[in-house]
């Protein structure tokens, strides 16, 4: 079993910056994928960021110079700047390993005044 755990969501004014972190703990030898996706209200969960097994990363166009995605050993991280109201959604972690893709709880990142 793999349990993935996520930190760092929270309130945040536009301009401002937020890091997210996702922990991943388990029976399981190495971590293929890790990624960041996000749903916002009445919309449908979107890529956000992944990055490979190699550390090669690719990200959504809306967040392409504003948002860093990378990993350390088990957990990947989401760092996030300049942030915009549009930006406001739940963020999930995402981890493929042998070919089986785990989802984490979901944070909650609010930007606004």
Do not use: H
């Not at 890091?19 to 919309?43: E, H, N, T, V």
């Not at 995605?69 to 957990?75: E, G, H, L, M, P």
């Not at 990947?76 to 070919?99: F, G, W």
């Not at 989802?103 to 990142?109: F, S």
Request: charged residues 15%; hydrophobic residues 30%; contains cysteine.
């Amino acid at each position: 079993q793999v349990q993935l755990v996520e930190s760092g969501g929270g309130l945040v004014q536009p301009g401002g910056s937020l890091r997210l972190s996702c922990a991943a703990s388990g029976s399981f030898f190495s971590i293929d994928a890790m990624g960041w996706y996000r749903q916002a209200p009445g919309k449908q969960r979107e890529l956000v960021g992944r990055i490979t097994s190699a550390g090669s990363p690719n990200y959504a166009d809306s967040v392409k110079g504003r948002f860093t995605i990378s990993r350390a050993k088990n957990t990947v991280y989401l760092q996030m700047n300049s942030l915009k109201p549009e930006d406001t959604a739940v963020y999930y972690c995402n981890v493929d390993i042998r070919y089986t893709s785990y989802w984490g709880q979901g944070t909650q990142v609010t930007v606004s005044s």
